[in-house]
């Protein structure tokens, strides 16, 4: 079983910058594509950014978060990261990280992001 752990999230105020990370169990990491998703309050889980496999050099985003997110992966370190610019409140949401290889995922608990006006 794959073990994702989210890190990074916090309380900071609109227009700043969080660096969320993602550090996974697995010694298979670089086969993976890993993504960021988000759950705010009262509404379902929606994608946020995703990075392919291997070097990671294709990536996407949501069309609410492009231009201000950057997603990023460390083979090395089997961590992928969420880099978060510009924050806005309507930012504040349960950020997790998902692992996906052919029909397996696997999910991360999630790490808390918080912005205030």
């Known amino acids: 079983q794959v073990q994702l752990v989210e890190s990074g999230g916090g309380l900071v105020q609109a227009g700043g910058s969080l660096r969320l990370s993602c550090a996974s169990s697995?010694?298979?990491?670089?086969?993976?594509?890993m993504g960021w998703f988000r759950q705010g309050p009262g509404k379902e889980r929606e994608f946020v950014a995703r990075?392919?496999?291997?070097?990671?050099?294709?990536?996407s985003y949501a069309d609410s978060v492009k231009g201000r997110f950057s997603i990023s992966r460390d083979n090395a370190k089997n961590t992928v990261y969420l880099q978060m610019d510009g924050l806005k409140p309507e930012d504040t949401a349960v950020y997790y990280c998902?692992?996906?290889?052919?029909?397996?995922?696997?999910w991360g608990q999630g790490t808390q992001v918080t912005v205030s006006s």
């Open positions: 998902n692992a996906a290889l052919n029909w397996r995922d696997y």
């Open positions: 697995t010694r298979t990491f670089s086969l993976y594509d």
């Open positions: 990075v392919s496999r291997g070097g990671g050099s294709t990536t």
